[in-house]
């Protein structure tokens, strides 16, 4: 996450307030989409581990309204899935097989398009909250 154009980065100075700005007609703050986005690295994560986890892409939507400590705290988790799934990625990428199930190489490609909605759904919403 080297540069502003980067999620963490795009989002280092929103306040808790600017985070849970609803902007008519968006169905999410930027708040809603960074929690769902941790949701969605979290299960990658699990899923890369061979894991089963409890699927609620529902509920990932739930939480709109944020306080400082639970902005402070979303942002923090998807910090850390991010590391872990990034690890994952440098690890296939070092390993001398590099190869992966189809099922996996599905849900990276995913993975990647789905971070990549978010973070573009975020930096058009940064303005709005930043002009408010």
């Not at 996450?1 to 703050?29: H, W």
């Not at 189809?102 to 058009?124: C, M």
Request: aromatic share 10%.
């Amino acid at each position: 996450m080297q540069g502003k154009e980067a999620v963490l980065p795009s989002i280092a100075d929103l306040s808790c307030d600017q985070a849970s700005f609803e902007i008519s007609g968006s169905r999410a703050t930027i708040g809603t989409s960074l929690n769902h986005l941790c949701y969605y690295l979290d299960l990658f994560n699990v899923e890369s581990r061979g894991e089963e986890e409890k699927r609620d892409w529902d509920g990932s939507w739930i939480l709109q309204q944020f306080d400082q400590a639970a902005w402070q705290h979303v942002q923090s988790r998807v910090r850390s899935e991010y590391e872990k799934a990034f690890q994952w990625y440098k690890t296939q990428a070092e390993s001398d097989a590099g190869l992966v199930s189809d099922e996996i190489a599905e849900s990276v490609i995913a993975n990647i398009a789905h971070a990549a909605f978010h973070l573009g759904a975020i930096r058009v919403l940064i303005p709005m909250v930043q002009s408010h």
